[in-house]
């Protein structure tokens, strides 16, 4: 069977069983057996077995709880009041609102958290129920949480540079320095959109109290205390050299804690509810990377990411026409796996193009994550979608049309660091000065 | 049978959410021995060089745990994301089969897994494989929980799947957040 | 037939071009009869699962670094205690002397050594020079094993867990200010961002093995088998050769970007040969008879 035909049969079952409402974790296993056990001769269920033991007992990943029962933590303490009350005075002038809170949280926890579901996760849990009860229009505080999530990628720390940095060999440190513009730069861009469609629609913005002066501003912000604890606490313990970013996660954690004790939100009931909700969080995302750690390995013995990308690589493109159709494969490919998984799979292969045509690898990091970060966002596998799927209870289409600006704002930024490379390479630049 | 299948997953539940702790706790553990360090070292200008043994290790092996000891619990409070959007709709005999097809699909690739991971367990404990860090740990130890997790998940696959064969609405149904 | 093959390094990686280049060698020896499909970069199977992978049949062959199996048995750990071998010339020595035993632990998991090709020798990095033993007292070192954590202890130094990922991040905030690594791993880590000081200790040469499943290899014809293990024997020939050539490269590139590249001075390196006799000692301790046959043909040159 030729491989394009295989690729189309198997993306067609993708769907199928999806649609037909297996969940999803079953399904990314079923289209990984079927694709091993027709087209391989490869023994399916011992590897199987590898596989998800190898992708599931993972150091690397064993912030995504811990951050994710942060949240749930700081989902049942007042935290969530007090971030609003600290920072709705200062953004009830600008358009758009509280809205901005979503991208501001997301782009300050992004500060600690290595991975966009987290993100999306901890920020949603505590800003959906607020923004709900205020009438903000629900399609742009899921569409404002789903791009925002993505920073949880960009801005370091990033497991996704972390792996990339593995399998080229680049600098995690300059990888992870050079995230840090392109990251503003999404928050400036998501802010501006905020903005403008706010203009737009005013009717669909609340609104707020507006008549505090400077000195009431100053002081309600004093709300924001716990979370600058918080963050200094998650932050610092890195900087000083005590924690690396995984014992960063359980630090918060136990800040967390120790913040919603003080404020008298902790209780053993909140305790056991806030514990078992990242319990299930945590195995339900946990579950679906194993199933993509699977599809993944089948795809690699049925060789399918390899052609696909062999016969890109027949094209000789200019390196422009490489990065534009590379983007697409990328878009495509995220549709359906995991961005950890689209480039454990696909950079090896597609690495020497890119050298070839005179790309910087450190750049190319960077463009990798912001065009993976499009996948956590596509339908129908896109861990953003799936989490505020959870959070809101809307389902996947309705989630994924919320986030399309913000998608297209993510395919603006590929834009702007393609036109202008310093955007990515100017603060790793800076490394070499000092 | 009913009241021991509860338990069963009550508590597969409980363990992984003590994973969870456990996970937290021996971090946290490393991070205090680096503080006591780094005080240590500014006070005497030595650090002790506390070290928890293969903490990352550990904390991995742990995560395995939580993750698959929660899976029967996840699946019947609905915490299992699935699609949704075409069979949200439906009710009467098209929903039931639907949820047939899932909890009976559910139920035996969960089965298929369940083999292999046991298989996987038996070949660790027979070739006594070890961990690779400072602590050699035999391996099918932290595999035992995945391949327990996988059975129980199946176990409560089955027993939704025999309940929607009798007509009664799977135990999830409801709770799931992907119903809206 | 066509083998799919796991391997943990990445495509501009010395080990795994080595690697390529073994496979298109059997190719052309066998006229296309044997394809070797080498998934790089842990692609396939991550590096953990590559041994067990290849024993129970998943893959038919895979390239693993044989020092991860010290906890299993002693005697896998013999090119990785410290200052044992410290030349390629030794590491030669050590390997002829060791591979017997190395290959019939291997056999009793079902697979067979096709080759095996060093990482070039394992050097002291640092963030402030060490001219003695002394400098190296409470110095946070990083270890990442029984072996490297001994090595601290014995050198006075603080041993510290960071994983390798974190590496760079640990040595900028002063978690870790020193650790033994190859020159490939320090230059691929652009440790000129975190440090300033190389020192040639050339401690160890650890090496990466190519195992093929013996059941596998057992069910190729004699003519096919014998084009595998020729590519084999030349592929561990150019290894060799080419982890020199990468020692000299990795070591110009430190160098060219600005750290300190110098040979340990003699009271350092005396101290640290010390230390490795104590190693060597306890190390001869743990793998028993088959590590005590090892090193006697190892010392009878
Ligand atoms: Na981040
Ligand atoms: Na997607």
Redesign the interface.
């Known amino acids: 069977m030729s491989t394009i035909l295989l690729t189309v049969l198997l993306i067609v079952i993708m769907f199928a069983l999806l649609a037909s409402g297996l969940w999803v974790a079953l399904s990314l296993l079923g289209v990984g057996m079927v694709g091993m056990v027709f087209f391989t001769d490869a023994p399916t269920g011992q590897i199987m077995a590898t596989t998800i033991w190898g992708a599931s007992n993972s150091w690397a990943l064993a912030a995504l709880p811990l951050f994710i029962w942060m949240g749930e933590i700081l989902f049942r303490s007042r935290l969530s009041e007090e971030l609003f009350s600290g920072l709705a005075p200062w953004m009830t002038r600008l358009p758009g609102r509280l809205m901005h809170v979503n991208i501001i949280g997301c782009g300050i926890f992004a500060a600690v958290s290595g991975s966009s579901a987290a993100t999306a996760a901890t920020i949603g849990k505590m800003s959906i129920p607020e923004l709900n009860k205020r009438g903000y229009a629900e399609r742009m505080i899921i569409g404002t949480l789903a791009g925002s999530g993505t920073l949880g990628l960009l801005i370091p720390p990033s497991i996704i540079l972390i792996v990339y940095g593995v399998a080229t060999e680049e600098s995690i440190a300059r990888l992870f320095v050079a995230g840090v513009l392109p990251g503003i730069m999404l928050v400036v861009f998501f802010m501006g959109y905020v903005g403008i469609w706010s203009l737009l629609n005013p009717t669909q913005v609340p609104r707020e109290r507006s008549d505090l002066g400077l000195m009431q501003k100053i002081y309600s912000a004093r709300n924001l205390i716990p979370v600058v604890l918080l963050i200094a606490g998650v932050i610092g313990s890195i900087y000083v050299g005590i924690a690396s970013p995984t014992d960063a996660a359980a630090i918060g954690v136990a800040i967390a804690l120790l913040l919603s004790w003080v404020s008298g939100t902790l209780s053993w009931k909140t305790f056991v509810e806030g514990l078992m909700g990242a319990t299930r969080t945590s195995c339900m995302i946990a579950m679906i990377l194993a199933g993509a750690a699977f599809l993944t390995v089948a795809m690699g013995f049925t060789g399918i990411p390899r052609l696909l990308a062999e016969w890109i690589g027949s094209l000789g493109l200019t390196p422009y026409e490489l990065l534009a159709a590379l983007t697409v494969f990328f878009v495509v490919l995220g549709c359906f796996l995991d961005g950890i998984s689209v480039v454990v799979l696909t950079v090896a292969v597609i690495l020497p193009l890119v050298e070839q045509a005179g790309i910087d690898l450190i750049w190319f990091g960077i463009y990798i994550v912001i065009v993976v970060e499009m996948s956590q966002i596509t339908p129908p596998v896109g861990f953003n979608l799936f989490v505020l799927q959870a959070l809101t209870g809307k389902n996947i289409l309705y989630v994924a049309r919320a986030a399309l600006p913000f998608f297209l704002l993510l395919v603006l930024a590929v834009v702007m660091v393609v036109a202008f490379p310093e955007i990515v390479t100017f603060l790793p630049s800076q490394l070499d000065a000092s | 049978m009913r009241t021991f299948l509860d338990a069963l997953y009550r508590l597969s539940g409980a363990f992984a959410a003590l994973c969870l702790i456990a996970i937290c706790t021996i971090v946290l553990l490393q991070v205090g021995a680096n503080l006591i360090d780094a005080v240590a070292a500014a006070v005497t200008g030595t650090a002790i060089g506390l070290v928890i043994p293969s903490y990352a290790e550990f904390a991995g092996f742990f995560l395995a745990a939580a993750s698959f000891f929660a899976l029967a619990y996840t699946l019947r409070t609905g915490g299992h994301i699935r699609v949704t959007l075409f069979i949200q709709k439906m009710t009467g005999l098209p929903r039931r089969i639907v949820e047939i097809w899932c909890t009976g699909t559910g139920a035996a690739m969960a089965g298929y897994l369940a083999y292999y991971l046991v298989l996987l367990v038996v070949e660790s404990w027979e070739y006594n494989d070890l961990s690779t860090g400072m602590v050699a740990i035999p391996i099918w130890i932290p595999q035992l929980p995945m391949a327990l997790g996988v059975i129980v998940l199946t176990i409560s696959l089955t027993d939704e799947f025999l309940r929607v064969l009798r007509g009664l609405p799977p135990s999830y149904e409801g709770l799931e957040s992907g119903e809206g | 037939a066509s083998w799919?093959m796991p391997t943990p390094y990445?495509?501009?990686?010395f080990h795994t071009m080595n690697i390529k280049e073994f496979a298109e060698d059997v190719a052309k020896a066998t006229d296309g009869a044997l394809e070797i499909?080498v998934?790089?970069?842990?692609?396939?199977?991550?590096h953990?699962?590559i041994k067990?992978?290849v024993?129970?049949?998943?893959?038919p062959i895979g390239e693993f670094l044989l020092s991860?199996?010290?906890?299993?048995n002693a005697v896998f750990q013999v090119d990785s205690v410290p200052f044992l071998a410290t030349s390629y010339a030794d590491g030669r020595r050590l390997w002829a002397a060791s591979r017997e035993k190395i290959e019939a632990l291997l056999e009793k998991?079902n697979m067979m050594v096709l080759f095996a090709v060093p990482w070039p020798p394992q050097g002291l990095y640092a963030n402030k020079p060490i001219e003695a033993l002394d400098d190296l007292?409470?110095v946070?070192f990083r270890?990442?094993?029984?072996a490297t954590?001994r090595l601290?202890?014995l050198a006075g130094a603080?041993?510290?867990?960071?994983?390798?990922?974190?590496v760079?991040?640990?040595f900028?905030?002063?978690?870790v200010q020193a650790m033994i690594t190859s020159p490939s791993t320090g230059a691929?880590?652009?440790a000129w961002?975190?440090l300033d000081h190389y020192y040639q200790t050339a401690a160890w040469l650890p090496k990466n093995v190519v195992v093929v499943n013996t059941r596998t290899f057992r069910k190729l014809d004699e003519a096919t088998r014998q084009a595998v293990l020729d590519a084999a024997a030349r592929a561990e020939e150019r290894g060799w050769a080419a982890s020199e050539a990468e020692t000299n490269a990795k070591e110009a590139e430190l160098k060219d970007n600005g750290i300190k590249v110098s040979p340990p001075n003699a009271a350092l390196a005396g101290s640290l040969s010390d230390i490795g006799k104590s190693m060597v000692a306890e190390w001869k301790e743990t793998a028993g008879a088959d590590g005590a046959a090892i090193l006697a043909k190892y010392e009878n040159k």
Request: aromatic content about 4%; hydrophobic content about 25%; glycine content about 8%.
């Open positions: 799919d990445p495509d501009n990686n499909r998934h790089s970069g842990g692609s396939l199977f991550k953990p699962e067990n992978a024993r129970s049949g998943q893959v991860r199996l010290s906890n299993e998991q007292k409470g946070k270890a990442y094993n029984t954590e601290a202890q603080v041993p510290t867990q960071v994983e390798a990922a974190d760079p991040q640990a900028a905030t002063g978690q691929n880590s652009k961002d975190f």
